[in-house]
Nanobody, 116 residues
Framework: VQLQASGGGLVQPGGSLRLSCAAS????????IGWFRQAPGKQRDFVAS???????FYGDSVKGRFSISRDRAANVVYLYMTNLKLEDSGIYYC???????????WGQGTLVTVSS
């Protein structure tokens, strides 16, 4: 499974951005696709994910501001980020666990910078 993340950029506080994660390969093996983010000098934190059932999960810091959705036919997952804050800055990594295979796939990351 390969994950291609895109959509990062520079945005002002209060602005919005949409990230995309395109999955290819043996996508039938994965159980969910989601996002983690990592700010400089900090650990990688969970942001959001969407399971193959359609169930969605969000980190506490983004609830009510971020929304995750998918295009199943295209194998693309979107992360809509609104009301962005300075602390939302970081590299956003696309993530897909394949529990049955005991594997976790990671994309290359896309940089989000929230700055005035």
């Amino acid at each position: 499974v390969q994950l291609q993340a895109s959509g990062g950029g520079l945005v002002q506080p209060g602005g919005s951005l949409r990230l995309s994660c395109a999955a290819s390969g043996q996508t039938s093996t994965i159980d969910a696709i989601g996002w983690f983010r990592q700010a400089p000098g900090k650990q990688r934190d969970f942001v959001a994910s969407i399971a193959i059932t359609g169930l969605t999960f969000y980190g506490d810091s983004v609830k009510g501001r971020f929304s995750i959705s998918r295009d199943r036919a295209a194998n693309v997952v979107y992360l809509y980020m609104t009301n962005l804050k300075l602390e939302d800055s970081g590299i956003y990594y696309c993530h897909a666990p394949a529990v049955g295979a005991g594997v976790v796939y990671w994309g290359q990351g896309t940089l989000v910078t929230v700055s005035s």
